[in-house]
């Protein structure tokens, strides 16, 4: 008999094949060319446009929607990739929800924004179909060294590029992309985007990607100095935070991002195992991406539970719900106080929060779930930084403009100090920090 | 990269959207950060003669017409020329166009039908440096009761006449600005030509009541429980424009006459279509007035991206494109016949296209239980009706009909013959000649 949601334990192949295929399919659609048309021409072409403000990019929205609404969807392109060179992987997995379409004014209207996301995925299917927009300025002869081939180094290398220095990129995995080929949600970035979107990117010229180059294990910093006219780090959180609660070390209490690897980089998803009941600890959206993929497999049961209240969770509102619709059940203010079971988990024990003088304190009221599998969402950190930099927060320090504390080393993304973590915020932080490079190298 | 410079009568500019004389040109402020936001060049709100400043009326100057969703379809003001002294605008027009020599600066003029008051202002423009001068002869509101603006546009003689003195007490391009609150707009652009202006622009603001106020029964906008009619522009004068500007480029005696296209131009598009009709560039006020300056980069990107696309490498080459095309009714190909097509895959039954063509005449599209609708070609008279109702973009098309087929609706076979009305078998005057 094939297995079912019902089978007991961890098991592959809950569900069909069809099944899987319509669960992992795009979230949001791609817009066709009359839906477009019909979505940019409620846009009012605000001055200022809040949206703008809003995007950490800072894309010229209404210009690029005014260009779609005017049939001329590769101007919109170019209008986009201007500010933001991976604006097709944002178009998929930015949470609008919280950033531009949040402060639509249609939104405070009529509760209905602009479907900014949606007409920035048309735009940017368009352009990109139609070449690598940009061309290098004649060669400055400078040579800049980037760790990490995630968004933050992808865009810093791009603009660099663009200003005529050659780049290259050491990055550990054996593909790049860091979370965006790794991380991101299978439902957001489908049919190998990740990759399809780098192959573009580097139609600019004169980047090289050097993969399995771990900064610490194959380079070090001095030697990449000694090599190089500036250093640019986009290394990403490598390291992911540990449980601290009896019996953490039981078998089956997972990491969430290795879980969502597993699943981005898995051939055949009915290969993937999966438990009958799932806990997912954390309250952000790599906890909701565990929880809805673990449904979305075929788990029965999903579980996440979040020590704080709902209002303090770092998923939208938009996950939230996105998470409740796919049966997740979300539980809130309590947190894992131990693992049981033998060996293997078999149950997870919670205590209730409330915030008390001190902050976050038990009730003492405990509950327990079953659980066959545990994925811990609880936040990732920097893992690998140099010795040599200065730390804010646990993230690499970094002024205004990306520099670090060591001269000739700058940083940005999910590693430094400041700002969301968060694929555009990355992807601002790389390209604002190539600018700031390039002046230095006048 | 399609190459977006212009050359207007000599003038250059770094693409071929200037502003109109209006709101958006009426000071350095505003010029600099149009420059700044990319418009290849402006002509300078309206100046009058020098002495007390114009005033305007302290109550609402504008009215709108609304499409779906708020979106403005057509504008109406009752402003007049600039209510800045003389002197301020002619230092403004020389700091501005010193600090952008790369863009076009026109300065547009409006002062008494009297030799002397142009005598006078003239030389003080020439100071200024601009690039030429722009007379109006088209505001059709209060300007023209005091026998300025459409009062002289609508007397040839009178252009002609000033036209003439302006040519011969300036020595840079004229261009004269037509009112279109006339009937053959033919005769001012050649009174114009005759005067020896360098250039006509068109159209100027038509004469217009937006709307009634019904619980005080006044014009809108209203001031103080009264209203005038006042100049009407924005999208819905673009089609009134476009044929009065193809009307001069058709005309042989003013073809070769440069024509600044002007009137509800708000996109790329919009741009390019004045320009194959003969436009040697386009000026813009209601959409910088709505949208704001950034407009620009959208009608730059845009008209680059088609040229791009459709190979087109200069603006210049583009300029009057499809003036020849451009026909009287009694030419067009009677012996052309076309049939609505549906394409059933793309059709959302709304049914939209059964009631026009149900209601509208002709009957030729029926509608089945479950809301099919078809085209009865022995019906079709190819009105189009059914395509400019049909929500979906693409759905509904015209087909040709091959010449030897048969078409049902008259029972003849279609002719490869072209045949026009002037030699239609029912044509009175054919007969005659017989
Ligand atoms: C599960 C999950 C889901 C997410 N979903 C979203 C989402 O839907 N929307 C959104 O906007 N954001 C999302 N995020 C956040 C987003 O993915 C990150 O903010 C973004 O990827 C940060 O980019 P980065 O370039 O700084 O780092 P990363 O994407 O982490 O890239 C870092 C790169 O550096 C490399 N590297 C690390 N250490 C070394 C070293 N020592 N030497 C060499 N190379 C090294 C890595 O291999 C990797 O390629 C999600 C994050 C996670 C974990
Ligand atoms: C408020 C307003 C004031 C105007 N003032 C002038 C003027 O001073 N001189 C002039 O030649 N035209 C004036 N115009 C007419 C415009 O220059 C232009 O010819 C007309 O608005 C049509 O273009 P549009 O449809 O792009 O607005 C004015 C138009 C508006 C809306
Ligand atoms: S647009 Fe400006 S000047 Fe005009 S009414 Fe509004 S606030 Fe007053």
Redesign the interface.
């Known amino acids: 008999m094939p297995n079912s949601p019902f089978t007991p334990g961890i098991a592959a192949g809950r569900l069909s094949e069809a099944e899987l295929a319509g669960n992992f399919t795009d979230l949001h659609s791609p817009l066709d060319a009359h839906q477009a048309t019909v979505a940019a021409d409620r846009c009012y072409f605000c001055f200022n446009a809040p949206c703008v403000t809003a995007c950490p990019t800072s894309i010229d929205i209404p210009l690029f929607i005014r260009q779609i609404a005017t049939g001329t969807a590769r101007a919109a392109a170019r209008t986009i990739f201007d500010q933001n060179i991976l604006g097709g992987m944002c178009a998929r997995v930015c949470p609008t929800e919280t950033l531009c379409e949040e402060v639509c004014v249609r939104q405070t209207a009529e509760g209905q924004p602009v479907e900014i996301g949606r007409l920035q995925r048309f735009a940017t299917d368009l352009g990109m179909a139609n070449g690598h927009p940009f061309d290098q300025a004649p060669a400055t002869g400078k040579h800049v060294a980037i760790v990490g081939a995630g968004p933050a180094g992808l865009a810093c290398a791009h603009r660099l590029a663009m200003r005529g220095h050659e780049v290259t990129v050491f990055d550990a995995h054996d593909k790049p992309g860091g979370l965006n080929e790794f991380g991101i949600a299978s439902y957001k970035s489908v049919g190998g985007f990740a990759q399809a979107e780098i192959a573009w990117l580097l139609g600019i010229g004169g980047v090289n990607l050097r993969q399995g180059q771990a900064l610490g294990h194959d380079v070090t910093l001095a030697a990449l100095q000694a090599d190089h006219d500036a250093v640019f780090l986009g290394m990403g959180l490598a390291g992911v935070n540990a449980l601290r609660a009896d019996g953490a070390d039981r078998e089956n209490v997972l990491d969430a991002v290795g879980f969502i690897s597993e699943l981005r980089q898995a051939e055949d998803i009915s290969s993937l195992a999966v438990g009958r009941n799932v806990v997912v600890i954390g309250g952000g959206m790599t906890a909701v991406d565990a929880a809805v993929q673990s449904r979305l497999l075929g788990a029965e049961n999903v579980t996440m539970v979040y020590r704080r209240g709902r209002d303090r969770m770092a998923a939208s509102r938009f996950e939230q719900d996105l998470a409740a619709s796919r049966g997740v059940r979300i539980v809130t203010d309590a947190q894992p106080v131990a693992v049981h079971g033998n060996g293997a988990v078999r149950e997870v024990e919670f205590g209730y929060t409330r915030t008390g003088a001190d902050g976050l304190e038990g009730t003492g009221e405990t509950f327990r779930l079953a659980a066959d599998q545990v994925f811990l969402a609880i936040g990732q950190r920097l893992e690998g930084a140099p010795d040599a930099l200065a730390l804010q927060d646990g993230k690499i320090r970094v002024d205004e403009n990306g520099a670090t504390s060591v001269v000739g080393v700058w940083a940005g993304g999910d590693c430094a100090d400041g700002g969301d973590d968060l694929t555009v915020t990355a992807v601002a932080e790389g390209r604002d920090a190539a600018e700031a490079i390039h002046r230095a190298l006048g | 990269m399609a190459d977006l410079s212009s050359e207007f009568v000599g003038i250059k500019s770094p693409n071929p959207f200037w502003l109109a004389s209006a709101p958006p040109t009426d000071k350095e402020y505003n010029v600099r950060r149009a420059f700044e936001a990319g418009w290849g060049g402006v002509v300078w709100k309206t100046l009058g003669e020098d002495g007390p400043p114009i005033v305007n009326v302290n109550g609402p100057r504008y009215g709108a017409i609304h499409g779906a969703?708020r979106r403005l379809l057509g504008l109406n003001n009752i402003e007049l020329i600039t209510d800045r002294p003389l002197e301020t605008n002619l230092e403004e027009i020389s700091r501005v166009k010193s600090d952008f020599p790369d863009r076009a600066v026109v300065v547009s003029l409006m002062v008494p039908c009297e030799e002397a008051a142009w005598k006078a202002i003239l030389p003080r423009v020439a100071e200024t440096g601009a690039d030429g001068i722009e007379l109006n002869f088209g505001c059709p509101h209060g300007m023209a009761e005091r026998g300025m603006g459409s009062a002289v546009g609508q007397v040839p003689e009178y252009i002609e006449m000033v036209t003439r003195w302006c040519k011969e007490n300036y020595d840079r391009p004229v261009i004269v600005k037509l009112t279109p609150n006339i009937t053959d707009i033919r005769r001012p652009a050649m009174a114009a030509r005759n005067g020896g202006a360098d250039a006509v622009s068109l159209i100027n603001t038509l004469n217009s009541i937006t709307s009634v106020n019904l619980d005080s029964f006044a014009p809108e906008p209203t001031i103080d429980g009264k209203g005038s009619h006042g100049g009407y522009c924005g999208p819905a004068v673009k089609p009134i424009a476009l044929s009065m500007v193809s009307e001069i480029a058709r005309n042989p005696q003013t073809a070769n006459l440069p024509i600044s296209g002007i009137g509800g131009v708000t996109?790329?598009?919009d741009a390019a279509e004045f320009l194959a009709l003969g436009a040697g560039n386009v000026q813009v006020c209601t959409a910088a007035m709505t949208?704001?300056f950034?407009?620009v980069?959208?009608l730059i990107?845009?008209l680059?991206?088609?040229m791009d696309e459709k190979g087109h490498s200069s603006v210049g080459g583009l300029v009057g494109r499809a003036v020849a095309n451009c026909s009287d009714w009694q030419h067009l190909n009677l012996n052309y016949v076309t049939k609505a097509r549906i394409d059933q895959d793309a059709c959302i039954k709304c049914g939209r296209c059964y009631a026009a063509c149900e209601d509208t005449s002709h009957q030729a599209i029926t509608m089945s239980q479950d809301r099919v609708f078809e085209v009865q070609d022995d019906e079709c008279v190819a009105c189009n009706m059914c395509i400019n109702t049909c929500p979906?973009?693409?759905c509904m098309s015209m087909e040709q009909l091959a010449p030897g087929t048969v078409d049902k609706r008259t029972g003849m076979r279609v002719s490869a013959e072209y045949g026009n009305w002037t030699t239609h078998p029912n044509n009175p005057s054919v007969q005659a000649a017989e």
């Open positions: 969703d996109t790329w598009r949208y704001g950034k407009v980069q959208e990107s845009g680059s991206q088609w979906v973009e693409g």
